[in-house]
């Protein structure tokens, strides 16, 4: 049996302190919630990339539709999420939480840095962020709208070493 450190002074046990260090991501227990998520995503179809960036003349998923695809799902299967952000002196993070019914949580922050320094700039940094850490977080991918996702891949024949 493992004994007990005591604390110096008003000091925590550097065990104890340990264990707190590599659980503030999760709580003590995920069971129950990694079987909702398992569950959860193999509902989830995916998020259309429907929106279009002009700038890299390509379509991308926005947060409204990556929430649109996941959320009645992760609710069925008692999961929500939540999300918030905080300016820190080192640096600017979004936070998302991923939390089931019965208490058992996983949380993520992402540290994203503001190239633009107005409420716009902030705005689109927080949404920019909050979209792939969601998505990150759930494992949902872009899914996209235009044929490329139905065109024929050329296979590797495993007999012949040649394409098929």
């Known amino acids: 049996m493992e004994a007990i450190q005591e604390p110096i002074g008003d000091s925590v ?8 260090r590599s659980n503030e991501w999760k709580s ?7 079987a909702a998520l398992a569950k959860a995503q193999s509902e989830i179809k995916g998020a259309l ?4 960036n002009p700038f890299f003349k ?3 998923a926005d947060l409204h539709t990556v929430i649109q695809s996941s959320l009645p799902y992760l609710n069925k299967h008692g999961l929500s999420v939540v999300q918030g952000n905080a300016d820190t002196k080192d640096g600017f ?8 019914e019965s208490g058992q949580w ?13 409420a716009q700039g902030i705005g689109a940094t927080i949404t920019y ?3 792939y850490s969601l998505a990150s977080m759930i494992g949902i991918a872009q899914t996209d709208d235009d044929g490329e996702s139905i065109k024929q891949v050329p296979t ?4 012949t070493g040649g394409r098929s």
Do not use: C, F, G, W
């Not at 046990?13 to 707190?20: A, I, S, T, V």
């Not at 996983?106 to 107005?118: M, Q, R, V």
């Open 106 to 118: 996983i949380k993520s922050a992402l540290k994203i840095p503001i190239t633009k320094a107005d």
């Open 28 to 34: 003590p227990e995920i069971d129950k919630l990694a």
């Open 13 to 20: 046990p550097q065990k104890e302190l340990q264990d707190r």
């Open 58 to 60: 390509s379509n991308y």
């Open 49 to 52: 990339a429907s929106s279009v």
């Open 129 to 131: 962020a909050r979209r």
């Open 156 to 159: 590797i024949n495993q007999n």
């Open 93 to 100: 993070y979004v936070t998302t939480m991923l939390l089931h």
